[in-house]
């Protein structure tokens, strides 16, 4: 059952709180880890259950192309061609008997490697020497009994209960043969495979698609029949055989490949989670990093409406980290929402710095009317923050409230070696913006006078002819010298 995140909408779940009944996406458990299947809860610190792929996981039906592919990448193409092709060029001896037995074990072997590396998340088949080396010879072994035992349940409903009561038990065996593959492959257990209660429940919780990939299984048998029937009659025999076994091995793969992916597809009803493995969920580092946590955790007490707590978290990130310009912006932004003008004035120097950062006049002129209208006698108390955000605001035509932050800055900053840039962009906000030139002038003769030793000073008199031509004064020419 697909399950989106609570707080994502959209996003695939990827853990479950049972004590919450909440489902959480990657964005939200930032600090999990996945590879141990081990996540917190945000809200409550139970341990949750996680749910892998199970909730962004395509529908088989709709990768039946990619299903026919599989056999024909390089990995399977060697395994089929090696048990196909040595067996026809062996002799026809016991040598050459022991060799096909050999290869048919090997290639049986890897068709159940290609379930469980399916139902894992891996989408790309197994190694070649997962058919030749390494443990699981054994389930060719226990495949034979399970179909022993299938023979012998049949052969006794024959004698039980006659033609009949065979003919329903070999409808039944049909019928979950695929589930019984399933779980031979995913729990190694000859017990669990030929158990009918326990088919019936994997059957059951699957529901309508196993009976839709019954009817795929049907049809990949039949085609691979007529296929086979094909080269059986119209080529010699020697080509015949090598194409028929070649063309039974792929269309085998096919279907255990299948197979894994309705177990990979409906694994949180199994029971079970798996994830993508083929290097598109690697861990890393940035994962388990504890500011991912804290953005987390704030976004989910915003969502949750929250708010008195996630004002406190940001205030203690920023008592911890003053100069973390990300939570100045996010405090910004959520005192800005609250309209909590005391928060608002007592962290407006860091929230100025920051939106001058970002040159953001706009909400620069909004918080400064905020804090003037709370505090009519407000101002800054710091010169050259003073002047940055009145060229900020001058920058983007914002020429009264940059004006209005240098109001008297000769009489509360007198000493400040950012006097004549001060005074110079107050004449360039007079002139070139609201074409008062008279007071550009003054303000520009004031600079002349008081300013002497500044290195701005030898440009003040060009910026007077070019107020009195009534010309645009220009910026500041760079200079390297210190005031």
């Avoid at 996003?11 to 959480?24: I, L, M, N, T």
């Avoid at 620069?364 to 009519?376: D, F, G, I, N, T």
């Avoid at 983007?396 to 840039?421: C, G, T």
Wanted: glycine share 6%.
């Amino acid at each position: 059952m697909k399950h989106d995140c609570d707080y994502h909408p959209g996003d695939p779940a990827k853990w479950h709180c049972g004590e919450c009944q909440k489902h959480y996406c990657n964005r939200c458990m930032p600090d999990a880890n996945t590879r141990q299947r081990r996540g917190q809860c945000p809200n409550c610190n139970q341990l949750m259950r996680y749910l892998g792929a199970a909730t962004q996981v395509e529908p088989f039906w709709k990768r039946v192309g990619a299903f026919f592919r599989y056999p024909f990448h390089s990995d399977p193409l060697i395994v089929i061609a090696i048990c196909t092709l040595v067996p026809a060029l062996a002799p026809a001896n016991f040598i050459g008997w022991f060799i096909w037995a050999v290869l048919a074990i090997a290639l049986l072997k890897y068709t159940y490697e290609v379930i469980s590396h399916t139902a894992e998340g891996h989408l790309k088949p197994p190694p070649v020497a997962a058919a030749f080396t390494g443990n699981g010879f054994e389930i060719v072994f226990q495949q034979f009994l399970v179909f022993f035992l299938i023979g012998a349940l049949v052969t006794s409903a024959g004698m039980v209960g006659g033609p009949f009561l065979a003919l329903a038990a070999i409808a039944f065996v049909v019928l979950v043969l695929p589930a019984s593959i399933m779980v031979l492959a995913t729990e190694r257990s000859v017990g669990a495979a030929v158990n009918p209660l326990n088919l019936m429940a994997i059957i059951s919780r699957i529901g309508t698609p196993y009976f839709l990939l019954y009817g795929y299984l049907i049809l990949l048998t039949m085609a691979s029949g007529t296929a086979q029937q094909f080269a059986l009659i119209h080529l010699p025999d020697w080509a015949a055989q090598s194409l028929a076994g070649f063309l039974n091995s792929a269309f085998t793969l096919v279907l255990f490949h299948m197979l894994g992916y309705l177990l990979f597809q409906y694994q949180e009803e199994l029971g079970f989670a798996a994830d993508h493995q083929d290097g598109d969920l690697e861990e890393s580092s940035d994962n388990r990093d504890r500011a991912a946590r804290f953005d987390a955790d704030l976004d989910i007490n915003l969502k949750d409406g929250n708010y008195d707590r996630a004002q406190t978290m940001l205030k203690e990130a920023l008592r911890r980290e003053p100069n973390n310009q990300q939570r100045v912006g996010q405090l910004y932004q959520l005192l800005t929402a609250r309209n909590d003008l005391t928060e608002l004035y007592r962290y407006h120097p860091r929230i100025l710095e920051w939106l001058s950062q970002r040159n953001d006049a706009d909400g620069m002129a909004a918080l400064l009317r905020s804090l003037q209208q709370a505090e009519p006698q407000f101002r800054l108390d710091d010169p050259e923050l003073t002047l940055r955000c009145a060229r900020t605001l001058y920058q983007r035509s914002q020429f009264k409230p940059a004006l209005k932050l240098l109001q008297d800055f000769h009489k509360r900053f007198p000493q400040s070696e950012h006097l004549a840039p001060a005074y110079l962009l107050a004449a360039q906000a007079l002139a070139n913006g609201l074409d008062q030139w008279e007071k550009a002038k003054a303000f520009l003769t004031f600079v002349q006078k008081r300013c002497a030793d500044h290195p701005l000073h030898e440009q003040i008199a060009e910026n007077l002819q070019q107020v009195e031509r009534r010309e645009p004064i220009k910026e500041p020419r760079a200079t390297f010298a210190a005031p």
